[in-house]
């Protein structure tokens, strides 16, 4: 079945440093991919999404690159703050009928 | 427009009792899904609702239920609580037909003691 890996946290950084996030799935056809970013005590929001091969989503700073061929979709942000420590979902869905896989998630601390 | 809404934002109850958890997802979002979030074990899937309709299931024992009513709003009951079910029950909305994105409500905070 469909499936998201993560790599494993917690990941601390200090303040400016260069973020990355490896992410890669298992699943058949196209699917969509996605970063969800839950902060502490809050739900998780939406962060970015790519749809198709080589899309590349932004936001906030934050980068992911579709890769079709390595299955993967890293986030990266070139100079993180302490603002954006918080716990980092990458997920996928092939459809709108289908159901979200939600990666494990990626606990990232900034340090100032 | 106002975000996913879930009530009540926590909750303590005992072992062997049953609970309810709401969502009112945005408005115009027609499909609700419900996530289990625990330490060990991540986010996990509980169910997805659309039109009212079961859509999609995790695999959870029937303890668990949920339910859609026509103006999209979702509940979860929960029955012979247990204390591995102690988590943060979060309710994402979608379009459902029209949109792939999730937008998640804070979550419930659930103690089982």
């Known amino acids: 079945g469909d499936s998201v890996t993560q790599m494993e946290g917690p990941v601390t950084l200090s303040e400016e440093a260069f973020l990355t996030i490896n992410c890669t799935y298992t699943a058949t056809g196209y699917p969509s991919l996605f970063w969800y970013v839950q902060y502490p005590g809050e739900g998780l929001q939406l962060l970015l999404k790519a749809t198709k091969a080589d899309d590349k989503g932004s936001n906030k700073g934050f980068e992911a690159t579709y890769r079709k061929e390595t299955t993967s979709f890293h986030l990266e942000k070139g100079s993180v703050q302490v603002s954006d420590s918080a716990v980092y979902f990458c997920a996928l869905t092939r459809t709108s009928y289908d159901k979200v896989i939600f990666g494990p998630g990626t606990s990232l601390s900034v340090i100032p | 427009k106002a975000g996913v809404t879930q009530t009540p934002r926590y909750l303590i109850k005992t072992r062997g009792q049953q609970v309810t958890l709401s969502c009112s997802p945005i408005?115009?979002?027609?499909?609700v899904s419900w996530y289990q979030q625990t330490p060990g074990q991540g986010l996990q899937f509980l169910f997805e609702y659309f039109s009212e309709t079961q859509r999609n299931k995790g695999n959870f024992p029937g303890r668990f239920s949920g339910r859609q009513f026509s103006n999209s709003r979702s509940e979860m009951n929960v029955s012979t609580l247990e204390l591995g079910d102690s988590a943060l029950y979060l309710c994402?909305?979608?379009?459902?037909?029209?949109?792939?994105?999730?937008?998640f409500g804070p979550g419930t905070r659930l103690t089982v003691t």
């Open positions: 408005s115009g979002h027609r499909s």
């Open positions: 994402a909305s979608s379009l459902g037909d029209r949109g792939l994105e999730q937008y």
